[in-house]
């Protein structure tokens, strides 16, 4: 493919990934309130339904200046930021995959942590009605892996020597490497969960279910350790600044997991490559 065509594809993936991003906004907003997703959009305050030029994503935030068009009500940046936020993962998928069927299912899989990260981080919440249906499908989906045409990445030769069947041919090493990975991103939070099953809500050990069926193993482990990892950090900047305090505060896990699935998930093989030619 020519580099123009392959540029003003990333261009269109990328403004499709502000749509996509300005829809699971609304439905951040939808879901845990019950309310359905095919109803008007609406102000909050004024009740005004909102037309088709005040949906258009980023666009119509800055026309608009981040206001209601009739009441003059702020609309959050948090529209914004989830569009631009979605806009610029597509983009990256387009870049990292280009058009294959590898790309369309990291997209959706992308999508749905996009979703499960806002609604945590607004409502410190895992809906079953996002991550149960997304856990079935994504199981329905592993056989693709026979169509897809795996790349012989570092965590699937990896798999390949610990199975010691270099004959088993890449697409079943792949799948194999799905059902292991839903085991151990299942496995670490439910033995988490059991022991202290206050720390953690038994949303975080469904979405942990999740991320290891989409990362496979042992992309699983990675992603387990960088979230970790990730929530160590931030509970120590936390401690830095607020002292003993912000031991109190909640620190939702569910955010790290999403933010490590999608490193594995859409730059894995390249971190991989490096890690391997250092
Ligand atoms: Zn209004």
């Not at 670490?188 to 989409?214: E, Q």
Request: charged share 10%; net charge positive; hydrophobic share 55%.
């Amino acid at each position: 493919m020519s580099a123009a065509l392959d540029a003003l594809g990333g261009l269109a993936y990328g403004l499709l990934g502000l749509w996509v991003g300005s829809l699971l906004g609304l439905a951040a907003d939808r879901l845990p309130r019950g309310q359905s997703l095919r109803a008007q959009s609406r102000c909050d305050w004024c009740g005004y339904t909102l037309a088709l030029r005040d949906r258009m994503p980023v666009i119509s935030y800055l026309r608009l200046r981040g206001r209601c068009r009739t009441c003059a009500a702020p609309i959050g940046a948090r529209t914004l930021i989830v569009e631009l936020a979605t806009g610029a993962l597509y983009l990256l998928l387009w870049v990292v995959f280009g058009p294959t069927l590898r790309l369309l299912l990291n997209t959706v899989y992308v999508s749905v942590l996009v979703l499960v990260y806002v609604i945590d981080v607004e409502h410190h919440l895992v809906l079953s009605v996002v991550i149960v249906p997304a856990i079935l499908l994504s199981i329905l989906a592993v056989p693709l892996q026979l169509l897809i045409r795996p790349p012989a990445s570092l965590y699937i030769s990896w798999l390949a020597r610990v199975l010691a069947g270099a004959s088993i041919p890449l697409p079943r090493l792949a799948m194999i490497s799905q059902g292991l990975g839903l085991l151990c991103g299942f496995g670490i939070f439910w033995l988490i969960w059991r022991l202290n099953p206050r720390g953690m809500g038994y949303g975080d050990v469904r979405l942990a279910a999740f991320v290891g069926l989409i990362s496979g193993f042992p992309g699983a482990l990675y992603t387990v350790y960088g979230a970790i990892l990730l929530g160590g950090l931030v509970a120590i900047a936390l401690i830095v600044r607020w002292g003993k305090a912000a031991l109190k505060r909640y620190i939702a896990f569910a955010p790290f997991l999403v933010i490590a699935a999608l490193v594995v998930l859409i730059l894995g093989d390249q971190l991989a490559a490096l890690y391997l030619a250092r």
